[in-house]
């Protein structure tokens, strides 16, 4: 399992990135979910990594 918290804000970016965070859950700033480690999450995780903070839960 992993915790992400989105810790930048996304209104500077494209609408791919803003969807990415979105369909990972997060909508503020300081938010956070843990998500499970498969595949398909840990690919847009990494995506939008540098408005992230990602620890293991």
């Not at 791919?16 to 480690?37: D, F, P, W, Y």
Request: aromatic residues 2%.
């Amino acid at each position: 399992m992993v915790k992400i918290t989105l810790v930048k804000s996304v209104s500077n970016e494209n609408k791919g990135v803003k969807a990415t965070v979105a369909a990972l859950g997060l909508k503020k700033i300081r938010q956070s979910k843990i998500l499970e480690e498969n595949p398909a999450n840990m690919g847009q995780i990494k995506k939008v990594s540098y408005l992230l903070k990602i620890e293991q839960a």
